[in-house]
């Protein structure tokens, strides 16, 4: 009986919770209406171009002058290990 009700709950929430998704859009969007790969993507090729030209250089520097070329760098939203494996594929 116990089991039974356990059960009936979780099936409860879980159609709340996709009919919650499905009316705020999430399910056919994703989480956000702004995509973050570009700005994943353009970091990991600022740190590629950091390592192959610029390695020695101010960091910051670099980056600022990247930036204005390519607006969607997104650094620190991620640890930098990642950005650091990115560019050596």
Do not use: C
């Not at 356990?6 to 056919?28: E, F, H, K, N, Y």
């Not at 520097?61 to 969607?72: G, I, M, R």
């Amino acid at each position: 009986m116990a089991r039974r009700l356990v059960d009936g709950a979780m099936v409860l929430l879980l159609a709340a919770a996709l009919t919650l998704q499905w009316r705020a859009g999430s399910i056919l969007l994703g989480s956000s209406l702004e995509s973050d790969q570009s700005k994943h993507f353009t970091s990991g090729v600022m740190v590629y171009d950091y390592l192959r030209h610029g390695l020695g250089s101010n960091p910051v520097k670099f980056a600022e002058s990247f930036e204005v070329q390519y607006p969607l760098v997104a650094i620190g939203q991620w640890p930098p290990m990642y950005y650091a494996i990115q560019s050596v594929y």
